[in-house]
DNA sequence: CGGAAAACTGAAAACGTTTTCAGTTTTTCT
DNA sequence: AGAAAAACTGAAAACGTTTTCAGTTTTCCG
């Protein structure tokens, strides 16, 4: 069933249909009524390969993604598949693990299935100009703000929120709550990731509370991963620190801290009190409920497909679009102890 | 850059850079050294486009995946994306609401994407044979017994645990801990889904232990949702009917479960034990943790494609592969009280 | 050493579209 | 009514592969 057999069941050239099926306006209004009715009735579907072919270009667009059983990034990536759906475009995911080079990853992608473009989603990018230029497409940071590493603010297009300025945030609400002992739960942040801004943002807010920032209460978990986030949290505790608050870099990481106290008979939060990012589904549902500072993870992943999809179609240049939180009150939170 | 540009480079007929790319048998040592080396040295990415026009078919496979939000079945989605790509194949997913058909869904994606299989992933699959010939190519359901609906089991292939015998068991270590009242908390029921086989393991299990069913001890949630489950827990609370257990479906559910109970002041496993079946990720850090029946979500993704696969290169016919869980004790389980 | 088989190679025809370009209608304007 | 512009249409040439088929070498065997 090719467009051959529709032209001739519907006695035009094969030119107009294709003309009908690309929408192009050159076709009469009873023609094209002709065409669909042909087309609906030798249930006749365009081969997207010739379609590719022909049009020298794919309609598909890459995500590469980095950490993908964390929670929060999993929401993103529905987001974008559903998106990119409704655009008419295909998706191809990639996952990386934590010591690929997703430059690297997304360029072969990109070379191998001649993808219009490419979303970053959940890890660091840190790249010169030059080595950006090596992928020859259009790509979308998303869920990490772009403010640090080798490249102006608009060197590329990115959806992110203010991890430094949600960060602090995060961390003034505890201050705020008469604080001053207060540990922060981190993934590693040897590379630029999202943890180094967020970190920044937990120390600025100490500091603008009149803290000292005490490095024993840094804990740097191995990776983003809620195994690795408890084993991390159960060593801290081991040494016997003192603390009235955790900051968690992510509400998957401080489910597991959550666990980690309790296993040590820490009640959160008459203990310890305790505030994270993201706000996962399944944080709504722990005891005590998490305090969390939603990101929207729907909007970024819609967003992502649709800044990145207008600078495919050049309708603009690169684009920063940057997302709020929003406070989600659970019962992680109380004033520390006398 | 193209074949013709690697032929002219190398010095040989552009079939003969086409067979060096394909394998084929039929070219010297010398000279398929010659063209690799030519492809190398130009940077050659075949078209793919071209190609699979040229091969008419595609090396993509699709997955239907019903119920996305849920974390068991991402992580069998991101086992089966991992294989997937190991097997050089590509992979597109598509996601669909509740209310939506399956089997026609997949068959107007393979139409429209020319895709060479199909994975069915966590809903429900009840067809004739005659509605499964639409769909053209071979298929793999995936997280579902199949021995319901209207097919005989070896109709067509499949990757699943006993959703049965796994329910029966999870309840019987109620029962034999000496639990009578045992609430069930469900999915819906009304689409023959996995829901429906694990609530005849859980009525079964009943019977063998000589306890009648009460229909007032079913919890049945709109949905496998999180939110839903919670709230058909909340009303069923409401109802202030007398039970010293509960069997969740899903360990989502069963999260929602335990916050539901502990927003009326009860306590698990004090006064209600909790059983469920999917082992995710988060249900170890619960609190309690969640004594669960961990599905092997990442064997089930491997299997699922590596099945696939072979049906396709009709290295075998259908193929039914039952896969086992694997009880994780966590602290949700407690006699009932006297 | 001659002949047949095996190994290798290339020209040309697919594959199913899109796109270009030339041509034919129809509409619009004076 | 006639000319110019706009709207519409189709033949044929791309697009970059794979595949078929016919041919040319090489190898093997008696």
Redesign the pocket.
């Known amino acids: 069933?090719?467009?051959?057999d529709?032209?001739k069941y519907s006695?035009?050239?094969?030119?107009?249909?294709?003309?009908v099926?690309?929408n192009?306006?050159?076709?009469?209004?009873?023609?094209?009524a002709k065409v669909l009715k042909a087309i609906e009735e030798l249930h006749?579907?365009?081969?997207s390969?010739?379609?590719d072919?022909?049009?020298?270009q794919t309609d598909t667009i890459g995500v590469v993604v980095r950490g993908v059983g964390n929670p929060f990034l999993n929401s993103v990536l529905h987001a974008i598949e559903k998106e990119v759906g409704r655009a008419d475009y295909s998706m191809v995911m990639h996952q990386i693990g934590s010591n690929e080079d997703e430059l690297a990853e997304g360029a072969s992608l990109v070379r191998s299935k001649r993808l219009k473009g490419l979303i970053f989603l959940g890890g660091r990018f840190d790249y010169t100009p030059e080595q950006i230029a090596t992928l020859g497409v259009p790509f979308v940071c998303c869920t990490y703000t772009n403010t640090f590493g080798s490249l102006k603010k608009t060197a590329y297009s990115s959806v992110y929120i203010d991890d430094y300025a949600e960060a602090f945030r995060a961390v003034k609400t505890l201050t705020d709550l008469g604080h001053k002992k207060i540990a922060v739960l981190l993934g590693t942040t040897d590379d630029h990731s999202i943890s180094e801004l967020r970190f920044k943002g937990y120390c600025d807010a100490l500091k603008s509370a009149g803290i000292v920032l005490d490095k024993d209460l840094i804990i740097e978990a191995k990776s983003f991963n809620i195994d690795d986030a408890f084993k991390a949290t159960e060593s801290f505790l081991k040494k016997g620190k003192d603390f009235t608050a955790i900051f968690s870099i992510a509400d998957a990481m401080g489910i597991a801290a959550i666990k980690a106290l309790h296993t040590v008979g820490l009640n959160v939060p008459d203990d310890c009190s305790l505030i994270a990012i993201d706000g996962i589904q399944v944080s709504k549902y722990t005891i005590p409920t998490l305090t969390t500072l939603v990101q929207p993870s729907k909007q970024m992943g819609t967003h992502a497909v649709e800044v990145l999809l207008n600078v495919i179609k050049e309708e603009c240049g690169s684009c920063q679009l940057k997302l709020e939180t929003a406070l989600r009150e659970g019962g992680t939170l109380a004033k520390p102890k006398a």
Chains 1, 2 share one sequence.
């Open positions: 069933m090719t467009i051959k529709v032209a006695g035009v050239s094969i030119t107009t249909i294709s003309r099926l690309n192009h306006p050159d076709v009469r209004e009873e023609v094209r006749y579907v365009p081969n390969s010739a379609r072919l022909g049009k020298m």
